[in-house]
């Protein structure tokens, strides 16, 4: 992506440190200009992104302790680095009880739904190490979530918990009732959180009947046209939160 035809002035760096690796994002006010993948143990590509686009502020979010080598790298930015935590300001209302607990991927991928559709009932589902589900209503009132195994861990647990049951990929054949071992393990892990996702809508649509929800995470799950038609995938949620919470700390929104 070129660098050119943006305002230096609204661009924003976003550096994402999550549990399998680091994202990180460039914004030019609300819109998504590039996104590079490295480890979250090395940013290699941090400063050359940060001087492609002439960034001028940038917010850090990180699960795991920033390696030294990442402290190094970011302090060659220059630039004023907002490090999520849980004193952080933000543009909702956070009834979390314990703020200091709550994963920064959690309260951004909220903020971020709630930018998308504002005014609305949300139900946030991020399907990646772990699958977490979120709540935040019309009022921009957070009320919480719940956190559950996401696939790969699934998996895993299959094979560590029992003394026969083999770990398998999670591709393959799928058929809805397995007629071996690998497609028994690979049918109840897929269907199971499919059964799980839906269960979760629906009872929210019972008390919230105007709910919608938003779906982000490395995995796609199919649902049924009733619920497929609420749903909005967004990969880069997380991003486009956190993003949010820097423009809202800069005064810009």
Same mark, same amino acid.
């Given at each position: ?54 960034? +001028?502020?940038?917010?850090?979010? !990180? ?7 990442? /402290?190094?790298? *970011?302090?060659?930015? =220059? ?76 998996? +895993?647990?299959?094979?560590?918990? !029992? ?7 999670? /591709?393959?054949? *799928?058929?809805?009732? =397995? ?75």
């Amino acid at each position: 992506m070129s660098a050119k035809k943006i305002n230096k002035l609204f661009v924003n760096l976003i550096i994402d440190i999550g549990n399998t690796c680091a994202k990180i994002a460039v914004f030019d006010n609300n819109t998504l200009k590039e996104v590079v993948y490295n480890s979250n143990q090395d940013l290699a590509d941090v400063v050359s992104i940060c001087y492609k686009y002439g960034t +001028k502020r940038a917010i850090v979010a !990180t699960v795991v302790p920033l390696s030294e080598v990442v /402290e190094n790298q *970011l302090s060659q930015l =220059g630039i004023p680095l907002l490090y999520l935590d849980a004193n952080t300001p933000l543009p909702i209302i956070n009834l979390y009880k314990t703020p200091q607990t709550l994963g920064y991927d959690r309260i951004a991928a909220v903020v971020g739904a709630a930018g998308e559709r504002p005014d609305k009932d949300l139900l946030v589902v991020d399907a990646g190490t772990c699958i977490t589900y979120e709540f935040i209503d019309s009022k921009k009132q957070y009320h919480g979530g719940n956190i559950s195994p996401g696939l790969q861990m699934r998996f +895993k647990a299959l094979h560590h918990f !029992t003394g026969k049951l083999p770990l398998i990929s999670s /591709e393959g054949d *799928l058929p809805f009732w =397995g007629d071996t071992t690998e497609t028994a393990i690979r049918a109840g892990v897929w269907q199971g959180i499919q059964f799980e996702i839906s269960g979760y809508i629906e009872a929210m649509r019972y008390k919230y009947p105007e709910l919608l929800v938003f779906l982000t995470g490395g995995d796609e799950f199919s649902f049924d046209e009733s619920i497929k038609s609420i749903i909005f995938a967004d990969r880069f949620l997380v991003l486009k939160g956190l993003n949010r919470i820097l423009n809202f700390n800069n005064g810009r929104i």
